[in-house]
């Protein structure tokens, strides 16, 4: 006979907002264009707790993520996962055939690797991006959804070029998107991580042959940008573009200093 | 001639809620119970960027940091920077002369090392924390901390204690404790860690002789907890004993999981 | 006109070991059993770099490596990407003829997910593993490869159980075990993990059923460890059955402590 | 009645190098110049073990630490702790009337903070270094030392330059320098980083006025390097200067790539 340990009365009557599994890592397959690919996640998976119970079964979470992802659904798949936020929905609907809740978290972070064409030679090179989904169910039933990315650009004093004759100092820098919405607004992770990669001095690229270099160091003059330029224009076109609460944050790993600058704000 | 371009009126004329510095690591010097103690400590400094101006003096706020810091204040030290929340104040008021602004923000990352006595040899254990410490101007002038502590215990399964005649997995699990509150609340670091530290199975120690670590044995087999119990109680004694909004987070890096499982809510 | 800045003559000549792109995050394709799966893993490619020339054309390893993953060259990666190792000399030879060199590197870090059955109730849980190859080109031509898997399992002291009838504390602990050998030795990735997973007091797994974790508590306390003796039986199996220079790394994150314990060791 | 488990003889006849205590933070006291300083650095202490003891007794490893480091010996401090090294050999000579051991080794990391001139306005700046010294007692008793820094800098493209009439692309770099050496040799870890930081295309500073900013991208554009040039400078300097074997690296983190380059050498 097992006990449920589970299902006893707490000491503390005290309800839990997020409790679940986090850090695990599993492999996920998304149907993006057609075709299915695999990927290795970091998922985390949460439901709140009623004051009365004493804990979750944590093994329900496991298996609500490893059946969403089970061969016997590749068939499946094909047809419905075709973005990280419909899978995190797939394992949420799994999840409430399996344990009692009001309120749901998925979160996935992976990489996402997207073909550019380099400025000038025109070759193909292939770019790698830190994205990052979570769908929330509220205790209403409604679906939520947050989208991040995370891109790495460039910045180029326009202080110090202003005060060297053209000269200046230039360095790479991270810019974050958030993007909090509701699940069915259309937002693609692909058009997020344009509208950050835009607003650098330059885009930056995995090849670049002597001509495209040449291209990058041009553009980066012709276009000098603060930290705080950049997330000015990431914040513009986000807010034209997506519907939903938007978040910023715009690192810049200064070349003169053995600091960052940070430049961050959100609606 | 020096041209001031962070004086420029920016393309995009968009208000910035944090423009600054992050990951600066400097010397900071804390008058602790009477004696100057010096740490090095990991800095963020910002302030906000009103939509008419294109940028922010990034080395005033260097400068606020480092004076607040140097040899000539050591008196100053002595007296007033009692605590990681006046060091943060004593740096905004520095900032307050040197660059304008509605808001600001100072963020102190370091370590404290506090003694305790082993539970049966009674020797001293110098035992590690993570904490950090904000300090917020708002933009009517009131002043909010924000303090957060990281404390290492561990958890002990009473699910499987139940269902193994007394056998169980035990592992270590990481308490994150944050109270926000006005400037002037009566908050110790300390006390915050107290209330993670005894809301484990057991405290840990850095060193144990045998008789240490069988006391500390026998206590997390009489006391097993769940991740959302140690959770529950850090949450129930913060309330009780904080005035601020209060935010729990515990993680325990399960044994017999190559993943780790989470309890978290705030209030 | 383009200027090869590269092929001029350094100020200091001096050769160097390894000179190259790290920390680069590309799509390769494997083809595992007969099937062709997708990694995003890191790569790191180097080269030596004579006295008489002030460097290296970096574009030219990054088109070594995304050559090398190319949609052109699937039908070559169905016969012949069968393991990283030979994913890396593809890389290796497809360099050769693009940029002169004496010694060439290539680094491939990533995920691999087995599936394994759980203790008791026989169902699927899928396990992440980190692993990492080398495949280095010595300056005579031969090929040699390092190996490396890291698995997380757990300690279970038997120093506390032999003073507390039984009770005793528990942790996850790290293994790390490498293998440096000639190119040509058959050595499993997954036979390295079967290795490390095995010494430890018990595998874990991502999920366990209450029946499962049972089986998994009762074999912790049958099978109690130092991390010297999960070192040293993963060093002994690892000679047995592996061919080349062996390092074994462990560490435990105390459940009692705030530190963690090492056991090291090599042939 | 204990029971000294690590005393007995385990299964596996096997010796182990290096088992011991990792990752613990505590205070140390360095007399530097005349002045106690407190550092919160990380340590790491390990002894070997023979084949026939099963484990070692971990906490009299953090008894000869915390000792070493204790209220009663601040007298001692002041005459003889001057260097990190120093302090690494006091905790070694304290294990010896511990633990019987053939070899042992303590490692120290730290952050160093030194003021520098600012290059144009002539003002103090506190810039931070990464430090790690590892203090190795030999079966033979003799003792060595390993020291080393990490430095952020920068590289400046000479290619880029070349092509593009004198403007290019620049980015923060990280050099890292480990000399090991005879307990005796005189290196001064301040010297090192001397070394590193003269070795980029410019040193950085945590406080820049505009003026200072000025010079230092003048120096920039003066005086571009690869990053294979920083790596030839700082090992050509090194060699000269230390008298040990000496390993060099430095990583740039590109500002038109998403990844990093690296060029490595040792002697």
Chains 1, 2, 3, 4 share one sequence.
């Not at 053209?166 to 509208?195: C, F, N, P, S, W």
């Not at 807010?239 to 070349?255: A, D, L, Q, T």
Request: charged share 30%.
């Amino acid at each position: 006979m097992l006990v449920e340990t589970q299902e006893e009365a707490p000491k503390i009557r005290e309800p839990l907002r997020r409790v679940g599994i986090t850090n695990l890592r599993i492999i996920a397959k998304i149907n993006w264009k057609g075709k299915v690919y695999t990927f290795i996640p970091v998922f985390e998976i949460t439901i709140d707790l009623p004051a009365e119970k004493k804990g979750i079964h944590m093994s329900r979470l496991v298996e609500s993520i490893t059946e969403a992802m089970s061969e016997a659904v590749e068939e499946e798949v094909m047809e419905a996962h075709s973005s990280l936020e419909e899978l995190g929905r797939a394992v949420i609907r799994r999840l409430e055939s399996k344990h009692p809740h009001r309120r749901a978290e998925v979160w996935i972070k992976t990489h996402l690797i997207i073909p550019r064409e380099t400025p000038a030679s025109g070759k193909t090179s292939y770019e790698p991006y830190d994205v990052e989904v979570g769908v929330i169910k509220n205790e209403d039933g409604t679906f939520e959804k947050v989208l991040r990315v995370r891109v790495i650009g460039n910045t180029v004093c326009p202080h110090a070029m202003a005060n060297n004759n053209g000269k200046t100092h230039i360095q790479r820098a991270i810019g974050e998107l958030e993007v909090r919405a509701g699940y069915d607004e259309k937002i693609e992770l692909e058009e997020m991580i344009d509208v950050v990669e835009s607003s650098f001095s330059s885009p930056t690229y995995t090849l670049l042959k002597t001509v495209d270099e040449n291209a990058v160091v041009q553009r980066m003059f012709e276009n000098p940008k603060f930290v705080e330029d950049v997330a000015r224009e990431i914040f513009a076109k986000a807010k034209e573009r997506f519907n939903g609460k938007i978040h910023v944050r715009v690192i810049s790993n200064e070349s003169i200093h053995k600091h960052d600058v940070i430049a961050e704000t959100w609606s």
